[in-house]
């Protein structure tokens, strides 16, 4: 589980806040921190047995990177869903349940293997139904985290969480690689089952304060789905992160899909060589993290994506160049520590491009760019390999990132640090007659403000709606528009709609501080001595029959 946090501040108590080291001092975080750390240690060992697992079923190229494609396929597949769901259920349940599963399936995995009975259909079927466990758990772990820590300590939250998945990656692959020779096969999933009962047991510890109370019902899965994604499309800074993630994975995907064969295919390379390897990335990665918080400190997070971009790049070069295991030591070294400096950045941009609310589906999002990437480049790397050579495709992914950086360098990272985006709850409750029958799902709703504006003004009055637009979609609205009065120019219409006035009233608690800028900016253009007036229409309860008498000529 990962966070994100704001630029570093120079006060000293700010300071101490975010030191590497501060968020260990909020309890429910070392807590989570500790099962995590043991359930990844778990994990790791289970992706090596899967790796290695199938390199003895079948050893093509194109074969075995099917195991990573399966393990990323799901999130990139169900991330959104699972988003939508993590904003709408109680999170601590619903990772209780699905670690639940997850124990179970790995347990009748290591069975299976054990038995002798795994084939490489059941294994990657295996695969796909545990990372579709991972892509359910995701967002909901991210999305948790801001309430653990304070603000001032997200960012060292982020380099921690990183640290322990990278200590994992260092401790678990050794001993599955060890496990692997001097016991079985089965030994790293037998070991990953039982690390699921960890985080359980630190679940069933874990008390979290009840989140902000509301009489509003649960939104609809699929109109939640929806609202995630046009909030994305009108994030700026979200977006930003969007593309130089593109950029970035694309590429480096290529580094993970073939390391297995690497390691196969060095003079003494097998399962301990690889558990080695892995060890090695996550070394460089541990020591990148608790570098990253004082380097932040002097470098931009753009340039230090880019710089992470270029040791990942040279790593990927050792590698492919790599004739035995002491070449490739130092590639793994240097590929961890770019990897983090990348993955630890991008997680910082996303978590402060997005308002609570939002914030597991907003994840969701940059999860399944990621481990879009990761899947599709997986199986793509595997077949360049496959048609020219191991080496070829590690160049050419190199070159890739390389080039990528240019390319994506217009998208900013860090947009969001300084906007604040907590709810501002100024707007006031709408105006509902007496007589009038509304419910929670009643809709559509149109909403119309009326602005005077001096005819002066007009082209600074319609900048600043551009900015209200994106504000209206960002919240809920699905159709936003700004018309001017023919007979009266310097009266304006602006209007947007909803899809339901349950909808509408959350559109009213997600305003955030910083929308209420945007706002106040817009109306600075409007004259007279009253706020702008505000209007809310409901469509008729029995719009399908009054359709139906209109197609038929009625008046």
């Known amino acids: ?151 001032a300590s997200l960012q060292p939250a982020i380099a921690l969480n990183s640290m322990g998945i990278n200590i994992a990656r260092a401790i678990g692959p050794a001993l599955a690689g060890f496990l692997i020779s001097a ?14 009962l960890v985080i359980i047991a630190a679940l069933l510890l874990w008390k979290p304060q009840a989140g902000p109370a509301t009489t509003l019902p649960p939104e609809p899965l699929v109109g939640a789905m929806a609202t995630g994604l046009r909030h994305a499309s009108r994030n700026g800074a979200l977006k930003g992160t969007l593309v130089r993630s593109f950029g970035f994975f694309t590429f480096g995907s290529a580094y993970w899909a073939l390391l297995p064969l690497v390691a196969r295919g060095l003079e003494g390379g097998g399962a301990e060589l690889y558990g080695v390897l892995l060890a090695a990335i996550g070394g460089g990665a541990v020591a990148g993290a608790l570098a990253l918080p004082s380097i932040r400190n ?68 940059t999860l399944m760019v990621f481990f879009g990437c990761m899947s599709v480049g997986s199986a793509a790397w595997g077949q360049v390999a496959t048609a020219t050579s191991i080496p070829t495709a590690l ?72 900015e209200v637009s994106g504000e209206r979609y960002r919240d809920g609205a699905h159709d936003w528009g700004i018309y001017q009065d023919a007979a009266e120019p310097g009266a304006w219409v602006e209007w947007f709609f909803l899809p339901s006035w349950a909808e509408h009233l959350r559109q009213h608690e997600r305003a955030t501080k910083h929308d209420q800028d945007i706002h106040a900016r817009a109306r600075e253009f409007h004259r007279g001595a009253e706020q702008p007036a505000v209007s809310h229409f409901l469509a008729p309860l029995h719009s399908v029959q009054i359709v139906a008498k209109t197609k038929r000529g009625a008046p």
């Open 1 to 151: 589980m990962t966070v994100a946090s704001p630029t570093p501040t120079s006060d000293p108590s700010a300071s101490s806040a975010g030191s590497a080291w501060a968020p260990f001092r909020h309890r429910a975080f070392a807590l989570l921190w500790v099962a995590t750390l043991i359930s990844n240690i778990g994990t790791w060992m289970h992706d090596v047995g899967a790796g290695w697992l199938m390199t003895t079923l079948n050893p093509s190229p194109a074969i075995v990177v099917l195991v990573q494609a399966a393990t990323t396929a799901p999130i990139f597949l169900f991330a959104l869903f699972a988003g939508a769901l993590a904003d709408r259920v109680d999170r601590r349940r619903f990772l209780l349940l699905v670690n639940l599963i997850l124990a179970g399936i790995t347990s009748v995995m290591a069975v299976l293997t054990a038995a002798g009975a795994m084939t490489p259909a059941l294994l990657l079927a295996f695969t796909f139904a545990i990372g579709t466990g991972a892509a359910l758990m995701a967002p909901a772990w991210q999305a948790v985290v801001p309430s653990l820590v304070p603000r």
């Open 183 to 196: 016991v079985a096969l089965s030994a790293p999933f037998v070991v990953n089952a039982t690390s699921y």
């Open 298 to 365: 002097r470098i931009d997070a753009n340039r230090l994506v880019a710089a992470g971009t270029l040791i990942t790049a040279a790593a990927m070069v050792l590698l492919g160049l790599a004739t035995s295991a002491t070449m490739a030591l130092p590639a793994s070294v240097l590929g961890g520590l770019g990897w983090i400096t990348v993955l630890t950045s991008l997680n910082v941009s996303a978590q402060t491009a997005l308002p609570n609310w939002v914030r597991a589906r907003g994840l969701a999002i």
């Open 395 to 466: 160049l050419i992914a190199a070159a890739g990132a390389v080039l990528a950086i240019p390319l994506t360098w217009r998208a900013k990272l860090g947009q969001g640090e300084l906007l604040d985006l907590t709810p501002a709850m100024s707007w006031p409750e709408p105006v509902i007659a007496e007589s009038l029958h509304t419910t929670p799902d009643r809709g559509p709703v149109l909403v119309t403000i009326r602005y005077r504006v001096d005819e002066g003004d007009t082209e600074g009055f319609l900048a600043a709606m551009h």
